[in-house]
């Protein structure tokens, strides 16, 4: 846990957006900032003989403004249009993803990811100007099915923690030149998202996903800690786990045509005060949401600034997401060790994973066409090979456009009936 540095950069080239009720700046700062640290940022300004109604604030993250900001903002910060300000004293914790933080401090304040400018798996850990800007849209037209559609919201009860708030600084330069490659377009700006505390029902306590494959220093599995707490055999244990993951990823799918990436990091799993799996909460939207290709009258309300950054797929190809994000990146590694250590023999894992999304179908028989149209039981699935990427196709070379995962041959899926 550390505190983070804090800049002010001017509206020339930053911009700032933001969902309803924190539609300007100032309501943002008022939420997230004591009233003495926004003194002290605009005295910062003052003092230079800036004015701070011209400036936007925002974290930086301390490896990003040493190894990146300084080097390639050099202008902007010698003229002042990027002015260092004093920390604003929160003590931030990094989560998984390394550069998104939880502010431990204020636990009802904002997480706020940040651009890093480091080669992590497919692509540099950037954010793009345009869709840095559109993420509080997405937040409010993804919330506003959420909030429309009894089952995700009462049934489901599924948390989703909104980017509500957003600043996207342009490089004055490199902005401009479309040959230039696309890391260096998204070197500086916050995205502030919704934490999860107050989220909470009392007892409920929540894990990301990818806990549930650590295994201790003796090599005892996390989740079978979990099962012995929760007093429930392994196979309902594992039953209620699929049935609080499962049910609203698959009714984004079938009924909006809609996918996020249910990875380790950005799903969270929701447990009660037995530590019995019941719900779900899913975070990164305007990176990681998807939408399909073929036109559903359900799009029809996405309004148009987000229609324009959401990525689209193929019919065939959004199961990917949940396919290599839930099933291949998650379940693959934990049916064999709930085999191992809970008795539960991996067919038997894949067999309750597949009855929850036969579950699903069955309670919306309307939805049939779409179950077909998203098959999520086709006898093979597509391979998606990150590591092609590296050794094939990009290796470490620049270039103008953000990479997508190399696709080669398939591999059977082991929710198809054998």
């Known amino acids: 846990p550390a505190t983070l540095p804090w800049i002010a950069v001017s509206t020339e080239i930053a911009g700032y957006r933001g969902v309803r009720l924190l539609a300007t700046p100032e309501h943002l700062y008022a939420r997230e900032l004591d009233a003495s640290t926004r003194e002290s940022f605009a005295a910062a300004l003052r003092a230079r003989g800036l004015d701070p109604a011209r400036y936007l604030y925002l974290p930086v993250h301390p490896w ?42 204020r636990p009802d304040r904002h997480t706020v990811k940040l651009p890093l400018a480091v080669l ?13 800007l559109a993420a509080p849209a997405v937040t409010a037209w993804v919330h506003g099915l959420r909030d429309s559609d009894p089952f995700l919201r009462d049934e489901c009860g599924v948390i989703l923690l909104g980017e509500v708030a957003s600043v996207a600084v342009e490089h004055p330069l490199y902005d401009g030149l479309p040959e230039v490659p696309y890391q260096y377009k998204e070197l500086l700006g916050a995205i502030w998202r919704e934490p999860l505390t107050g989220r909470l029902a009392p007892g409920e306590r929540a894990r990301t996903l990818a806990s549930l494959l650590h295994t201790d220093p003796e090599g005892r599995a996390f989740t079978a800690e979990l099962v012995d707490r929760s007093g429930l055999s392994p196979a309902v244990w594992l039953q209620r786990l699929f049935a609080a993951m499962l049910p609203p990823l698959l009714h984004f799918l079938y009924r909006y045509g809609t996918v996020f990436s249910p990875h380790g990091e950005n799903a969270i799993v929701v447990f009660d005060d037995h530590d019995i799996p019941v719900r ?41 997401f949940i396919h290599s994000g839930l099933f291949v990146g998650v379940f693959r590694y934990l049916a064999p060790l709930c085999e ?66 190399a696709v080669h041959g398939t591999v059977p899926n082991p929710l198809h009936p054998s």
């Not at 993803?97 to 431990?104: G, K, Y």
């Not at 600034?305 to 959004?318: C, H, I, S, Y």
């Open 280 to 320: 779900l909460a899913i975070k990164d939207f305007v990176d990681d949401v998807n939408v399909s290709a073929q036109p559903l009258p359900e799009h029809d309300s996405m309004p148009d600034d987000v229609r324009e950054v959401l990525l689209t797929e193929p019919p065939a190809f959004l199961t990917q």
């Open 64 to 105: 990003q403004w040493d190894e990146v900001v300084l080097p390639l903002f050099g202008p902007a910060v010698a003229r002042g249009a990027i002015v260092p300000l004093p920390t604003d004293g929160d003590v931030r914790l990094p989560q998984q993803s390394i550069r998104t933080f939880l502010n431990t401090s």
């Open 120 to 132: 992590n798996t497919l692509v540099w850990r950037g954010l793009p100007t345009e869709r840095t």
């Open 340 to 405: 191992e250590q809970l008795g539960v023999p991996e067919n038997d894992f894949w067999s309750l994973v597949r009855a929850e999304i036969l579950r699903h179908q069955a309670r919306f028989p309307e939805l049939k066409e779409r179950y077909e149209t998203f098959d999520l039981l086709t006898p093979r699935i597509e391979r998606l090979c990150l590591n092609r990427n590296r050794l094939h196709l990009d290796g470490y070379r620049d270039r103008p456009n953000r990479p997508h995962a």
